[in-house]
């Protein structure tokens, strides 16, 4: 094999290089005593049960008049948006002038395992909603949702269209059976009633498993053999080690409302269709007619761009724009890119339709 | 040669040393700090661990290259370090929890090796046996099919696993063999196995075969799990205990007041909001009637006027 040489000294180079590194590694651990996440400053205005509504007021002289009120997905917890100062993309909007209000959905326990899509949109979502405009004193506010909270916010902005002013949705699956779609091809013969059965609520950890599952080298061997070389300085390490107590700080899935999800958008597709059910209630998407902005990542292994992508025939939008990042699921909001490119992106295009 | 073994003895002392220091250094030692919120401690563990790895294969590729080995075994030998790996994440993906494996064994499912569940084994339960009433046999055949079943998946999913490695391997072997410059390092050469592995895996997983191992092997985890949480609440009932179902009942009864509860609270306030626009202006809706009335009887009049013009 001619592409295929290797010299002993510089073998022995490298492993010795390799074997410094994690001696330096051990070192810089030693020396951190808090992973600190949540940087900007917030206070708790609402909650219910164990969700818990912020607010991040805003900085600056030239404030957006309308409110807006970030909605995460149920996995994982929104401090993504504010892991560290320099990657925070909330500190950016906040810093724009937008009055931000974030959801914590908090961590379900076996109490909550029968609660619903219905519990969660007309209940959670919609009591969110009203209490952020009573706080801001406003007849309405700007939703952005991330990921299944993007998912959240289309279902709401249809069902309640005449609270929200814009939407904004981010990495957000619309069409689930795009052929590209890694999790529906693993999801096709997984049985969710048992999963329910057996666990009552989704394990988080198990879903984190099955995310870094769909890159099992890249996520797992790989990552590992990578890590000495994130470990060399305190800030380094910092970085990496916010971002592992993110994706290690994964809530359960309340069952029923993993059941229906899984079932109603994985499994049959059901929102592009025009019949997923909330509750009573039939969601259509044509129902959204206000301006929307949506924003995914190139090379997003868990929802793909196609997924995302699907929204602009499915609305009925006059006020439609698609921003199409080179990133992946996680970039699009810790990258540089999303510092320098997505968050003023938000904050203009709102700025532009908030006024009046 | 001499130099390469000088070199060789030189790096090795070194290692050692390294080993040694890391061995005898606080941060090993010392219990990760107790604010630290990430599972400090694994995180070591897993560093220690791959490190580890990493440095067995690098130095056994240095034995091998000093014994003149060809290179098409090394890669050989690449594949087969890299895969053991894979094999242990995969187990311990798809391993039976800890409670499960003990209740098992506590009922002779399994022997102390984890070996299959033999048919030998089932032929016995399949008697009468002293001291273990019908539904007792019927249990625990019924639990020797589903451990059965269990065994089963994981074959044929790690068959699958090992198809997506054979690709990656002949992809692999097709990349070295046409590498310009020529892979040097060991990293590069993971970088490359990276690639191609993750590529290989994407593929498999749009074919229905990888679907359907995937699909049994979480299925027939969840369905083995499921069936010693019966087991167990069949067990608690019978102590007077309360069992999950029971408790789920009470939960789900209490969820559905909940809700009522909620679409009681939508509905007082919208009510409360139509109250409170009343009183804010209480004639208006007296006045939009009678803005209707007008309306329609206008509407009355242009008719009857257009018929008298005609």
Redesign the interface.
């Known amino acids: 094999?001619?592409?295929?040489?290797?010299?002993?000294?510089?073998?022995?180079q490298?492993?010795?290089a390799?074997?410094?590194q994690?001696?330096q590694?051990?070192?810089t651990?030693?020396e951190?005593?808090?992973?600190d996440v949540w940087q900007t400053p917030k206070t708790e205005i609402y909650r219910q049960d164990k969700l818990r509504l912020y607010h991040c007021p805003a900085q600056g002289e030239q404030r957006c008049t309308t409110p807006l009120l970030i909605s995460y997905a149920l996995v994982n917890r929104i401090y993504m948006i504010d892991l560290e100062p320099e990657r925070s993309l909330l500190r950016r909007l906040v810093e724009g002038g937008l009055d931000v209000y974030l959801i914590d959905w908090g961590h379900p326990d076996?109490?909550d395992?029968?609660?619903d899509l219905?519990?969660y949109i007309?209940?959670y979502l919609?009591d969110c909603v009203d209490q952020v405009c009573l706080h801001a004193s406003s007849d309405q506010l700007n939703l952005l949702g991330i990921c299944q909270g993007g998912t959240f916010s289309l279902c709401y902005s249809a069902l309640y269209p005449q609270k929200i002013k814009n939407l904004i949705t981010m990495v957000t699956p619309v069409d689930f059976h795009t052929?590209d779609n890694?999790l529906s091809?693993?999801a096709?013969?997984?049985?969710t009633d048992?999963?329910i059965?057996?666990?009552?609520n989704l394990p988080g950890e198990l879903l984190n498993?099955t995310y870094a599952?769909?890159?099992?080298?890249?996520l797992?061997?790989?990552k590992?053999?990578n890590?000495?070389g994130q470990?060399q300085s305190k800030a380094q390490a910092l970085s990496f080690?916010r971002m592992?107590?993110w994706l290690?700080?994964s809530p359960d899935l309340a069952g029923e409302a993993f059941r229906e999800f899984f079932e109603q958008f994985f499994k049959q597709n059901l929102l592009i269709k025009g019949e997923a059910m909330i509750g009573e209630q039939r969601v259509d998407l044509k129902q959204i007619t206000q301006p929307v902005l949506n924003i995914f990542g190139s090379h997003d292994h868990l929802v793909p761009p196609a997924a995302s992508r699907a929204l602009e025939q499915a609305c009925s939008s006059q006020d439609y724009e698609a921003l199409e990042l080179g990133a992946g699921h996680i970039g699009v909001f810790v990258s540089g890119k999303a510092q320098t490119v997505v968050a003023p992106k938000i904050v203009d295009w709102l700025r532009l339709r908030s006024q009046g | 040669m001499s130099e390469f073994y000088q070199q060789m003895e030189s790096w090795l002392h070194t290692q050692q040393q390294y080993w040694q220091q890391l061995a005898s250094s606080a941060p090993l030692n010392t219990p990760a700090p107790a604010t630290a919120p990430v599972a400090m401690a694994e995180l070591i563990s897993r560093l220690g661990s791959q490190g580890e790895q990493f440095r067995r294969f690098g130095e056994s590729l240095l034995q091998q290259s000093s014994l003149s080995q060809p290179l098409d075994t090394q890669l050989d030998a690449f594949v087969s370090y890299i895969q053991q790996q894979q094999t242990d994440l995969l187990l311990r993906r798809w391993q039976l929890p800890e409670p499960v494996i003990a209740m098992l064994r506590g009922q002779n499912l399994l022997d102390s090796q984890l070996t299959p569940f033999g048919d030998s084994l089932k032929a016995i339960l399949s008697t009468a046996l002293p001291g273990v009433t019908a539904s007792q046999r019927a249990r625990m055949l019924a639990g020797a099919e589903l451990y059965t079943q269990y065994q089963q998946a994981l074959r044929e999913y790690l068959t699958q696993a090992n198809q997506i490695s054979l690709q990656a391997r002949d992809q692999l072997a097709k990349t070295l063999n046409t590498a310009e410059p020529p892979v040097h390092s060991l990293t590069e050469l993971h970088q490359h196995w990276t690639r191609h592995y993750d590529s290989a895996y994407r593929e498999a997983v749009f074919t229905d075969s990888y679907q359907q191992a995937y699909g049994n092997i979480s299925n027939a985890l969840m369905r083995l799990q499921s069936f010693i949480q019966q087991w167990r609440d069949e067990q608690y009932e019978q102590a007077g205990l309360v069992s999950l179902p029971l408790f789920d009942q009470v939960l789900k009864q209490q969820q559905q007041l909940r809700k009522q509860l909620r679409k009681q609270q939508q509905e007082n306030l919208r009510l409360q909001q139509q109250l409170t626009q009343l009183q804010a202006a209480p004639w208006q809706p007296v006045m939009e009637q009678m803005q209707t009335q007008i309306d329609q009887m206008t509407r009355q009049l242009a008719a009857l006027s257009s018929k008298d013009d005609a």
Not at chain 1, 1 to 12: I, N
Not at chain 1, 188 to 191: E, G, N, P, S
Not at chain 1, 197 to 200: F, I
């Open positions: 094999m001619a592409g295929f040489q290797f010299d002993p000294t510089q073998l022995s490298e492993l010795q390799f074997n410094q994690l001696a590694s051990y070192q651990l030693s951190i005593r808090e992973v076996r109490a395992r029968f609660l219905d519990d007309h209940g919609n052929p890694m091809a693993l096709r013969y997984v049985d048992l999963a059965q057996c666990y009552g498993q599952s769909l890159m099992p080298m890249a797992g061997v790989q590992h053999l890590m000495p470990l080690l592992e107590r290690e700080d």
